[in-house]
């Protein structure tokens, strides 16, 4: 079962306080590289892996989706999407993604966002995901970049300015990681870029789009603190498709 860290108060409490939480998707540095490998949404069934607070959700109704399902571990997550609005095409259900059933051939597309690197049962999943959408539809995620998910050995607890500052070491040694960001014992789950993108061609997906994210110039000279960023990938995007 995956670790459902955020129900724990002072992990939702912390989360609750970051830019991506309080101003959304435009909050979220990584966004605009995002928009640019999405497909057209008018019309289109969707699956938000992750969905927080339904940000993306909402995008999707915005731009015209018919059904979208936005799935979540965390009670309070959800809670919060519930709050936000109401729309007659969005449901939310709580469900544990390394548990998940999924309607075979169902989806135009599914999506999601930091959240794979929590997931241990990766491979069922990703083959879950494959089967739910149909031919020719869409998976993009971001997922937190290996280098960034590698702290100096395995076995060791990091705090986030640890793991924001330490050399990579052990990146070839995956499984499970811990860390204290927002509360104590956050458990993610390390993987090789290779691992991922050797698990979708596996699986049958055919990549279309890989980016090591990194700040533009402009977003540093608009927050400073993103300046770190260049110095190393925190998170990747990825966009697959399943063949016709």
């Known amino acids: 079962m995956t ?32 928009c640019k490998i999405l497909p057209p949404l008018s019309g289109k ?3 938000d892996l992750g969905c927080g607070y339904g940000w993306f959700c909402r995008y999707a109704h915005t731009q015209g989706a018919t059904e979208i399902l936005g799935l979540d571990v ?6 919060r999407a519930k709050e936000m609005a109401t729309d007659e095409n969005i449901t939310y259900r709580q ?8 309607p075979q051939q169902m989806y135009h597309l599914a ?6 690197h929590y997931i241990k049962a ?9 089967d739910a959408l149909l031919p020719g539809g ?21 705090t986030d300015d640890e793991q924001q500052s330490w050399p990579v070491n052990s990146y070839q040694a995956e499984g499970e990681r811990v860390t204290n960001w927002l509360a104590e014992g956050v458990i993610k789950q390390h993987r090789t870029l290779g691992t991922y993108i050797n698990l979708l061609i596996k699986q049958g997906f055919v990549i279309t789009h890989l980016e ?20 190393r990938p925190m998170i990747f995007l990825l966009s697959a498709k399943k063949p016709e």
């Open 122 to 130: 990766l491979p069922a999943l990703f083959a879950k995901i494959y």
């Open 138 to 158: 869409s998976f993009v995620f971001s997922a937190e970049h290996p280098i960034y998910t590698a702290p100096k050995r395995p076995g060791w607890i990091m």
């Open 74 to 79: 965390s009670e309070k997550m959800l809670n």
């Open 45 to 47: 069934t969707v699956v």
């Open 3 to 34: 670790q459902n860290i955020y129900d724990n108060q002072a992990f939702f409490s912390g989360y609750a306080k970051l830019s991506r939480s309080v101003d959304g998707l435009e909050g979220a540095p990584e966004w605009p590289a995002i």
């Open 111 to 116: 999506y999601s966002s930091l959240t794979l």
């Open 212 to 231: 090591e994210w990194g700040p533009t110039a402009k977003q540093i000279a608009d927050c400073p603190a993103l300046d770190e960023e260049k110095e």
């Open 95 to 102: 469900e544990d993604l390394e548990r998940v059933a999924l």
